[in-house]
C-alpha cells in the first residue's frame, strides 16, 4: 500500500499488517522520531476579540515537531478559538501564526493537516465507505490509494459492518469514528483535534488514544484540546492551561508535576469516616483536600509529615489501602491555578467558544 511518510512527503512505504494496538502501524510508516527544538506551531501574542469580548488575549505557545500537545482549560476558555485561527477558519486581530516554519494559513497547507473539528461535519447521506474515500481524494490522496486506507481503518476501528450504511443512520460514536478517520487517512504530518475524546464510551475512548499514541509513535505531531486532565496527564509531553483566553500554565508535563509537588498526598481508604473527616480538616497539618467517600487528594502544609498523618490515621481505625506521597495530579493542579470563578464561563463567553 502506498503512503506519505510524516517526516518527508512523496515517499512510498509498503506496510505490515498488525494486531489492534500494531494493527495501527498498518496504516502509518515506521519512522522513528524523537522531539527536537523544531517548530511545527507557533503562536505569538495572538489576540481575537468578538463584539467588544476578548476570547483569545496575548496568546503564545510552541508545539515541537513530534510533540504530544495539550491545549487545555475549562469551558469558554478559548481553545476552540485558537484552534480555528491555527487552521485560518477565522482570523487572529493581532499577533502572527507561523505552521512548519513559514506564514503560510492552515487552509493552504491541508495537505499536511488532519484537523478534527469540535462540531463533527460528515455528508450525512453519503455511505461511510463512499465518504471517506471523497475526503481522502479533496487532500490528494489517489482514489486506489484513498480505498486502500479506508477499507484498512474502517476494519482497525469496528466500522466493517456498517462501511455501506449512509452515515445519517449511524450511531453519534459512531459518527466520530467516521470523522476520526477523515481527519487521519491522508497520513498529515500534523494532527489538530479539537475534543477528540468526547462523547465516547470507555471502551472506545481507550481505542482512540491507542491509535493517536501510535500516529505519535510513529512521526506525526499532535495538538489537541480538552478540558478532562486525566486524559492530557497520559497523553502528553506538553501543555498550555488558559482559561478566559489567557496562559495559566505553560511547559512540559513532568516538570510541571514536578514543581507542584512535594507536598502531595493521593489516599484510598475502605469507606469513610468520622475520624478520617476530621483528620483532613485539620488545617495545621492539610492545606488543602479534595475528598470522596473512599478516595482524597491531600496537599499537606509546608513542614507536615505526611508520616504522622498516616500514624493518626491508623491510630483513629481508618482502614487505608494506599497512601502515597508524590507529585500532584494535572487535574489537581489545573483545579488550583484555574479556581472555580475561572470554571464557569460568563454567558457571552460560551457563546464564542468551548
Known amino acids: 500500500m502506498a503512503g506519505r511518510s510524516y517526516a518527508r512527503?512523496?515517499?512510498?512505504?509498503?506496510?505490515?499488517?498488525?494486531?489492534?494496538?500494531?494493527?495501527?502501524?498498518?496504516?502509518?510508516?515506521?519512522?522513528?522520531?524523537?522531539?527536537?527544538?523544531?517548530?511545527?506551531?507557533?503562536?505569538?501574542?495572538?489576540?481575537?476579540?468578538?463584539s467588544g469580548h476578548t476570547a483569545v488575549r496575548d496568546l503564545s505557545l510552541n508545539v515541537q515537531r513530534g510533540a504530544v500537545y495539550g491545549l487545555l482549560g475549562p469551558n469558554g476558555a478559548g481553545k476552540t478559538t485558537t484552534l480555528r485561527m491555527i487552521m485560518n477558519i477565522i482570523v487572529p486581530d493581532r499577533g502572527n501564526i507561523r505552521l512548519f516554519g513559514s506564514g503560510s494559513a492552515g487552509r493552504d497547507l491541508s495537505h499536511m493537516i488532519g484537523y478534527l473539528p469540535e462540531e463533527r461535519g460528515l455528508y450525512r447521506k453519503m455511505r461511510v465507505f463512499d465518504v471517506l474515500v471523497f475526503l481522502a481524494e479533496t487532500k490528494g490522496v489517489s482514489r486506489r490509494v484513498a480505498k486502500e486506507q479506508a477499507s484498512e481503518w474502517i476494519d482497525k476501528l469496528g466500522l466493517g459492518d456498517w462501511s455501506r450504511t449512509a452515515v445519517n443512520d449511524l450511531s453519534k460514536g459512531m459518527q466520530q469514528k467516521v470523522q476520526f478517520i477523515a481527519t487521519v487517512l491522508h497520513q498529515p504530518e500534523l494532527l489538530i483535534l479539537d475534543e477528540p475524546f468526547s462523547g465516547f464510551d470507555p471502551v472506545n475512548t481507550q481505542r482512540m488514544k491507542d491509535v493517536v499514541v501510535e500516529l505519535?509513535?510513529?512521526?506525526?505531531?499532535?495538538?489537541f484540546s480538552t478540558h478532562i486532565m486525566e486524559q492530557a496527564e497520559k497523553l502528553c509531553d506538553s501543555v498550555c492551561i488558559i482559561s478566559r483566553g489567557q496562559t495559566v500554565l505553560d511547559g512540559r508535563v513532568a516538570e510541571i508535576r514536578r514543581e507542584h509537588g512535594g507536598r502531595t498526598v493521593t489516599l484510598s481508604v475502605d469507606g469513610g469516616s468520622e475520624a478520617l473527616s476530621r483528620l483532613l480538616a485539620d488545617r495545621t497539618v492539610v492545606a488543602r483536600a479534595d475528598q470522596y467517600p473512599q478516595y482524597a487528594e491531600l496537599e499537606l502544609v509546608e513542614g507536615a509529615d505526611p508520616q504522622r498523618l498516616l500514624a493518626a490515621m491508623v491510630q483513629e481505625g481508618v482502614r487505608v489501602r494506599r497512601f502515597e506521597v508524590g507529585e500532584a495530579s494535572l487535574h489537581k493542579i489545573f483545579v488550583d491555578l484555574v479556581g472555580v470563578d475561572a470554571a464557569t464561563p460568563r454567558a457571552e463567553e460560551a457563546e464564542q467558544d468551548a
Open 9 to 50: 512527503r512523496g515517499s512510498a512505504h509498503r506496510l505490515d499488517a498488525l494486531s489492534f494496538r500494531s494493527q495501527t502501524a498498518s496504516l502509518v510508516p515506521v519512522i522513528p522520531v524523537t522531539m527536537v527544538h523544531d517548530p511545527i506551531i507557533e503562536l505569538d501574542r495572538v489576540t481575537k476579540q468578538y
Open 216 to 223: 505519535a509513535h510513529r512521526g506525526a505531531t499532535v495538538l
